[in-house]
């Protein structure tokens, strides 16, 4: 109850508590462990031939699924592509490694997770820098892919950052979304992704796919909080990690009820 108080009306609190979150993240994870921070992604249908993964990946499935999910939309040959909120680094580490783009940059408001990344990953073309998701310190049309997940509810003026993705991304660039919201905001949130002026290619609602993931990773998570955090802040961090469920229902969601959905957006020679 006070997670969705907070999220529909405090943004700034809230995004403040979370900053704290993620950096407290950094602290306790001396064996990095924590490679990414996504509630991720399971196949539904059992006759799927699920994805092959290298040994280091296999730990961090449901998660990597969910990159991947996002990822198969589109050709990645010769592209420069920016991840907004990178979080701990491993899903621009898959990205890069699996679809092979031109380069990736990571930008994140955490100054700990930017420096895990710099020291964790040595992959070519592949680096990232501290910076506000609202305010990025880009050129303009300076990218061909923006990807944001499971970062922008946390974002005090979501609109700014929206009007950040238009601006860096070239003509005809695509902007790969996924994120949840509460019942009571998603006219709200239609209203702002209509308003970017981009071209909406697909838009799927994957939240019996997270569930699904949350399900069957809920042991390791479990595990996870166990070992690293005080026993004091058990219930927040397992809220956090979505093994209470994160309020997400499969269907139509209700008052307090969160859906999960992922877009393909285009930008237009136009804009």
């Not at 979370?18 to 001396?30: M, N, W």
């Not at 783009?101 to 997770?113: E, L, N, R, T, Y």
């Not at 009007?163 to 006219?187: H, Q």
Request: hydrophobic content about 35%; overall charge negative; proline content about 6%.
């Amino acid at each position: 109850m006070m997670n969705r108080w907070l999220y529909t009306h405090l943004p700034s609190l809230r995004q403040v508590l979370t900053r704290i979150s993620y950096e407290y993240v950094s602290i306790l994870d001396k064996d990095d462990t924590v490679l990414f921070m996504n509630f991720g992604f399971a196949d539904l249908d059992p006759g799927t031939k699920p994805l092959e993964l290298p040994p280091e990946d296999e730990k961090h499935r449901y998660e990597v699924q969910l990159y991947h999910h996002i990822a198969t939309s589109i050709n990645w040959e010769g592209l420069e592509v920016l991840e907004v909120s990178s979080g701990r680094g491993g899903g621009s580490c898959y990205i890069k490694r699996h679809f092979q783009p031109k380069s990736i940059i990571g930008v994140d408001f955490s100054s700990k997770a930017v420096s895990f990344c710099n020291r964790y990953y040595l992959v070519d073309g592949l680096s990232f820098v501290q910076g506000n998701a609202e305010s990025l310190h880009f050129p303009d049309n300076s990218f061909d892919v923006v990807i944001n997940v499971e970062a922008s509810s946390y974002y005090p003026h979501i609109e700014r950052f929206f009007s950040n993705v238009v601006r860096v991304l070239r003509p005809n660039g695509y902007f790969l979304y996924a994120d949840m919201r509460y019942a009571e905001e998603l006219e709200v949130w239609q209203t702002q992704l209509q308003s970017t002026g981009l071209e909406l290619l697909s838009e799927e609602d994957i939240t019996p796919n997270v569930i699904r993931a949350l399900a069957l990773d809920r042991e390791r998570r479990t595990k996870l909080i166990q070992h690293y955090v005080p026993k004091i802040l058990y219930r927040p961090f397992a809220e956090f990690s979505g093994i209470t469920g994160a309020g997400l229902v499969p269907g139509p969601p209700s008052i307090g009820e969160r859906t999960y959905r992922s877009y393909v957006f285009c930008k237009k020679k136009t804009l």
